[in-house]
């Protein structure tokens, strides 16, 4: 079955870098790829997602960028705030198997003013 | 968010007691989903229903039982409680395809 590696587990930087998380997967039918962001105490919440037959997708000041060969994609968020602090996860899915998500074991993002 | 809940929301329980987790979501979602959320292990898929009286096994269902009978609601049994299920359990629910899945609040639930 599908296994998902996410790295770093733990990243702290200073309010106004930028942070990158990264993702790999082992099915290279997986077709979908989304990020959830999870504040502590609070529920998981879609913050971007990238289809397969797309290799970069952004909004405002997250990007996702997805490398199919390798099969790997990464996270990446630009100056980042405060209130980017939180726990962020990848997941991979087959669009054949009814929206069954497979999730990275989550990075903790830690961005000091 | 209000569109799908959880109860309870915290529950401490017995090891050998049968528990029952809820989750009830207003969007008449297709497809509804159960998992766990343990540190160090991100969010692991229980068991999954793509309609009313389908589900199908995740990635960790052993000593889990579903059911949907109704297309809003998804529960979650827990037939004999052990400790290795002490976790935060959510619940989530998703239109069709390959779309965001709405999570509820969660439950954590507490085995003795």
Not at chain 1, 31 to 58: A, H, T
Not at chain 2, 38 to 53: E, M, N, T
């Given at each position: 079955?599908?296994?998902?590696?996410?790295?770093?587990?733990?990243?702290?930087?200073?309010?106004?870098?930028?942070?990158?998380?990264?993702?790999?997967?082992?099915?290279?039918?997986?077709?979908?790829?989304?990020?959830?962001?999870?504040?502590?105490?609070?529920?998981?919440?879609?913050?971007?997602?990238?289809?397969?037959?797309?290799?970069?997708?952004?909004?405002q000041r997250i990007a996702v960028t997805l490398n199919k060969t390798a099969k790997h994609f990464s996270l990446h968020i630009t100056e980042t705030q405060p209130e980017d602090s939180a726990v962020y996860f990848c997941a991979a899915s087959r669009g054949n198997q009814g929206g069954k998500l497979i999730f990275g074991q989550g990075t903790e993002l830690s961005v000091k003013p | 968010d209000a569109g799908i809940t959880q109860s309870p929301r915290y529950k401490i329980t017995e090891t050998g007691r049968q528990v029952t987790l809820m989750c009830h979501q207003t969007w008449s979602h297709s497809y509804m989903f159960w998992y766990r959320?343990?540190?160090?292990?991100?969010?692991?898929?229980?068991?999954?229903?793509?309609?009313?009286?389908?589900?199908?096994k995740g990635e960790v269902p052993d000593g889990y039982v579903v059911s949907r009978s109704k297309t809003e609601n998804f529960p979650l049994t827990l037939e004999s409680a052990t400790r290795s299920?002490?976790?935060?359990?959510?619940?989530?629910?998703?239109?069709?395809?390959?779309?965001?899945?709405?999570?509820?609040?969660?439950?954590?639930?507490?085995?003795?």
């Open positions: 079955g599908e296994n998902v590696e996410q790295h770093p587990s733990t990243l702290s930087v200073q309010e106004g870098d930028s942070a990158v998380i990264k993702c790999t997967y082992s099915d290279s039918a997986s077709n979908y790829f989304p990020w959830y962001k999870q504040e502590l105490g609070k529920r998981p919440q879609l913050i971007i997602d990238i289809r397969s037959n797309v290799g970069e997708k952004k909004d | 959320q343990d540190l160090g292990h991100g969010l692991r898929l229980i068991y999954y229903s793509a309609a009313a009286d389908i589900t199908d299920q002490t976790s935060v359990y959510f619940c989530a629910s998703m239109a069709g395809g390959l779309r965001e899945q709405f999570f509820g609040p969660g439950t954590r639930l507490t085995v003795l």
